[in-house]
């Protein structure tokens, strides 16, 4: 046994004697802990037994360095248990460490006499614990690590022969949650020799990464975790983006994110922000690095963050710190000046020196001045320069609407971004001229003082700049209807005329000008007025021979008029009733298009052919489904055809096993489709037929149906946004209804929005399931009817006209203003029926103006007649758009939702307009606003007691006009007398 330990000994100093001179040098992403080569005198470890097992041998290097090992040799003895434990080891801040051993072992085949007993390897173990008292711990408290096995072993031979076989193994140990730990070696029966333990954890050095630094990090307890780590940015810099690198397990910095930047006045070298040297500078952390003071600027500093300008040298507060410091211009040279009347033309010519920058502009100053050139004033507002005043790019100039026989000076500035800093007279030229004489301004405050049957009294105010003695004025008129064709002049010499000759209850348009020694001024803006009326004479009752002969040859020509329609209407009947009819709407309509039913033709696809382009399936490139439809899926998708831009469209297609009743159906909506062309109608771009799936191509609206976009944007628009909405609808309307065509089902679900929020009507298929709710719909012979838009004449006799289409405007104007409301809320549709009868109608949503709600009203009337037709409900729209204030007045004391229906007889129903301008509005008299104002009419309570005279002394002269006021005022005080009424008595 003493044999083999020596052998194993010898062995041990023969390789301490071969490697030791070399001095070892550790990774820097590894912490030592315990390094048992280091340490200076007897390790001192516990061994158990104390006896005869682990021994420390101290060994002298060849620099006489002595070495602390351990070896244990029992090979000839069975079942051995020998251990060797280390001192308390503090773990410091790692949760993983590692343990490295370099030993040699010797093999048992070299060793006559130990088989059974002889082990190649031993095990390794370690013990947790937060203190170094523990100096008795049992074998069973241990944790195995492993069990280590020699890569190389010697043999005797070797020894002999200086063969070192040394072996390294490395283990680690994790998670650690304790301070420290034990580290346990045990022999089981081999000759082995510890050199060196070392232990160590790992971790991620101080770096610096893009200007940001990272301090030491130690690794996760993870062998795969990754610990994220946030830099700071070293001195002199700021952050870019938030600076973070990750610490992997072994030690190595990964996936750098974010960066700092050098502070301006610094710039990157060697990893660090250093200043700028003196003449050069850095404006901003984003510039690539310092730079050199641009021309006429200098810096007297490191760090510089600008370089300050020479003296007499300028940079404007939007010059870049890059940009040379420049100078203001000269003055602009020859300034000439050209007088006509009163206007001036100037022109002149750069200046010498445009002080270094490309920037130029000018500026014109006028001064009007007394009749020796001295004590001069501006000009004032009422000068007027072409094309600009100031900031000129050009070197001329017009100035007009100057003063007759007045002395004015100019100067011209010429004027750069410096110019503010160093404002100098030697940027500016000047000239003096004098105005010569000069027409008069136009006239302007024209008003009848009195209109008769076949006159008027004109008065006017004299022009703002009479340039000089007015000697008279002139006249002219005409009627309105003649667009100054043929137009009468009249002369005076005082600021009023008496019109005479006039033909009564005739509009008349009228133009003044005024003449001075210098020639006349330009016409007045028009001015319109018409006569009254006058009745008709009885004939043979102080009607003269003119009178009769007109009388007689208008009969004459009514007569000839309706023999004509007679033998024309005979005519007609020759031909087939499509035909009958298409001829009288196109005679009814001149000049309008007239839709033509595609079910009327005996070959539905002769329809198709003749409406609908047919396109190639080859053009058509289907993207997504986007729904679905009742013959089949509804797509969105992409159309080039040849020599066109690419455009996106909606693809609807016919699914496959139709029948010929099915595509015929289908493709009728085409055939309806493809005869509108019209900004607020879906456009047909095509068909495809020829080949399967047959489809119908239309545009592509990006935001669907107009229901569910209101709802999806519920609050989000302006009152004039949303009657934008409506006008665009009803316009679409007025197109179909001008072209004959009713739609039969209007509401917001069938209106499609595209990506500019036009809206557009859609959906002409007559054939489909209305809505999926089976309480949609109301069943009558014929057919389906969506209850909720549909007129009453239409669900009770299925009496389908433009006016029916009105009733259904209206209701779409409710799910406008109420963001997509379903009407009616939860009524059933017998119960929506019967309230209508009764005469029940939808109370204003919240926030709904007063004048849009009466809209409503009048499109809900019981009688088809009383309803406005689509064009008047535009101008309506139009005018509400243009007079904005006409929709501040709202129902905002109904919070929605408000589910009580509006009684007939109830004050909301069919209440007065809050104001006399809204009242004026409503009934298209608008343009009587002023007079009604300046007579002090302008409350509803003074308006509902006027007389016809009362009208006639406010300058509302024309008597149908009268009619219609009075006719409107005597309605609202009816209804203003129903609500006093009503109301509770205090």
Known sequence: MATT????????????????????????????????RTVQGELKWVSSPTEGGWEEVSIMDEKNTPIRTYQVCNVMEPNQNNWL??????????????????????????????????????????????????????????????????????????????IMK????????????????????????????????????????????????????????????????????????????????????????????????????????AGACQACKIGYYRALASDAGCSKCPPHSYSVREGSTSCACDKGYFRSETDPASMPCTQPPSAPQHLISNVNETSVNLEWSAPAFSGGRQDLTYNVVCKRC?????RCEPCGVGVHYTPQQLSLRTTRVSINELQAHTNYTFQVWAVNGVSPQSPGPDQAASVTVTTNQAAPSPVTSIQAKDITRHGVSLAWQQPERPNGVILEYEVKYYEKDQNERSYRIMKTSSRSADIKGLSPLTSYVFHVRARTAAG????????EFMTNSVPSPIIGDGANSTVLLVSVIGSVVLLLIFIAVFVIGRRRSKYSKAKQDSDEEKHLHPGVRIYVDPFTYEDPNQAVREFAKEIDASCIKIEKVIGIGEFGEVCSGRLKMPGKREICVAIKTLKAGYTEKQRRDFLSEASIMGQFDHPNII?????????????????????????????????????????????????????????????????????????????????????????????????????????RWTAPEAIAYRKFTSASDVWSYGIVMWEVMS???????????????????????????????????????????KERAERPKFSQIVNMLDKLIRNPNTLKRTGGEIARPNTTLLEPSSPEFSSPLGTVSDWLTAINMERYRDNFTAAGYTTPEAVVHMTQEDMTRIGISSAAHQDKILSSAQGMLSQMQQIQDRMVPV
């Open 166 to 269: 040394l072996n390294t193994e490395v283990r680690d140990v994790g998670v650690l949650t304790r301070k420290g730990f034990y580290l346990a070696f045990q022999d089981v029966g081999a000759c082995i020799a510890l050199v060196s333990v070392r232990i160590f954890y790992k971790k991620c050095p101080l770096t610096v990464r893009n200007l940001a630094q990272f301090p030491d990090t130690t690794t996760g307890a993870d062998t795969s975790s990754l610990v994220e780590v946030r830099g700071s940015c070293v001195d002199n810099s700021e952050e870019r983006e938030v600076p973070k690198m990750y610490c992997g397990a072994d030690g190595e910095w990964l996936v750098p994110i974010g960066s700092c930047l050098c502070n301006p006045g610094f710039e990157e070298r």
């Open 683 to 787: 456009r047909l771009e095509g068909v495809v037929t020829k080949c399967k799936p047959v489809m119908i191509i239309t545009e592509y609206m990006e935001n669907g149906s107009l229901d569910a976009f209101l709802r999806k944007n519920d609050g989000r628009f302006t009152v004039i946004q949303l009657v934008g909405i409506l006008r665009g609808i009803a316009s679409g309307m007025k197109y179909l209804s001008d072209m004959s065509y009713v739609h039969r089902d209007l509401a917001a679900r069938n209106i499609l929005v595209n990506s500019n929020l036009v809206c557009k009507v859609s959906d002409f298929g007559m054939s489909r399931v209305l809505e999926e709710d089976p309480d949609a719909a109301y069943t009558t012979r014929g057919g389906k009817i969506p209850i």
């Open 520 to 527: 006349y001024g330009e016409f007045s803006t028009p001015f």
């Open 370 to 374: 007394g009749p020796d050139g001295q």
């Open 85 to 162: 434990r280390t001192d308390w080891i503090a773990r410091g801040a790692a949760q993983r460490i590692y343990v490295e051993i370099k030993f040699t072992l010797r093999d048992c085949n070299s060793l006559p006499g130990v088989m059974g007993t002889c082990k190649e390897t031993f095990n390794l173990y370690y013990y947790e614990s937060n203190n170094d008292k523990e100096r008795y711990i049992r074998e069973n408290q241990f944790i195995k690590i492993d069990t280590i096995a020699a890569d190389e072993s010697f043999t005797q031979v070797d020894i002999g022969d200086r």
């Open 819 to 861: 963001y997509g409301e379903r009407p009616y809320w939860d009524m059933s549709n017998q119960d929506v029926i019967k309230a209508i009868e009764e005469g029940y109608r939808l109370p204003p949503p919240m926030d709904c103006p007063i004048s849009l709600h009466q809209l409503m009203l009048d499109c809900w009337q």
């Open 5 to 36: 330990a020596f052998s194993a000994a010898w062995a041990l100093l023969l390789w301490i004697s071969h490697t030791a001179s070399s001095a070892r040098v550790y990774p820097p992403n590894e912490v030592t802990l315990l390094d048992s």
